[in-house]
């Protein structure tokens, strides 16, 4: 099989190459990749013996990208079929270049409902949610029943119809309009001024 390791770079006419690493160390010598005419995309056949490797994608001595491939000595391996042991591998190996490792110190492999005592929770008391239930039923429907809210004209005639002798609260404005002057006190005022 031929034109495994392939970069797309924004720059035509460069020279590039491929270098090949496993655990951390550079493996085997550069590959040289060819631009496919001035397309800025760059192609190469992979080299050396079956493993996983990760590659740095060189340009003019700057890394301009990178990559990682499974090879069987032969053809690269599709990653649809690899096994979880080798995707376990190849994540290991990919850790290990940058210098972390993948190693787990602790699971969980229990029910998780077997962690809830561990922890100290406890349940609140039927009591407490029989208490917070009878508030809440106490709360009317949603906002209220619509049958307990007056009408407009209900409000407006309660306003309206309102004796004035219930009107007794010195500057409100139903008592200024209930001390305000009509014709007929109006005319009286004058007629007791003009005699």
């Not at 690493?21 to 040289?32: E, K, L, P, W, Y």
């Not at 000595?73 to 995707?87: D, F, Y």
């Not at 376990?88 to 190996?93: G, I, L, S």
């Not at 609140?124 to 508030?135: E, R, V, Y």
Request: with cysteine; aromatic share 4%.
């Amino acid at each position: 099989m031929a034109n495994e390791l392939n970069i797309a770079l924004p720059t035509s006419g460069l020279t590039v190459t491929a270098q090949l690493f496993q655990g951390g160390a550079t493996s085997g010598s550069a590959i040289s990749l060819t631009e496919v005419g001035s397309s800025g995309f760059y192609s190469g056949n992979m080299t050396g013996s079956a493993g996983t490797y990760e590659i740095a994608f060189i340009a003019s001595s700057t890394n301009v990208g990178s990559g990682s491939i499974v090879w069987d000595g032969t053809n690269e391996v599709p990653v649809s079929t690899l096994t979880a042991a080798q995707v376990n591998t190849e994540c290991d190996t990919a850790l290990s270049d940058v210098g972390l490792t993948s190693t787990v110190t602790g699971r969980i492999d229990a029910d998780i409902s077997s962690r809830l005592a561990t922890i100290g929770y406890t349940a609140p008391a039927n009591s407490d949610i029989t208490a917070i239930k009878a508030k809440t039923d106490n709360l009317p429907a949603s906002p209220a029943a619509t049958g307990d809210i007056p009408s407009a004209a209900t409000i407006a005639d309660e306003v309206w119809d309102t004796q004035t002798s219930a009107l007794t609260t010195s500057g409100a404005i139903g008592t200024r309009l209930k001390n305000s002057s009509t014709v007929a006190t109006t005319g009286a005022q004058l007629a007791a001024a003009l005699s």
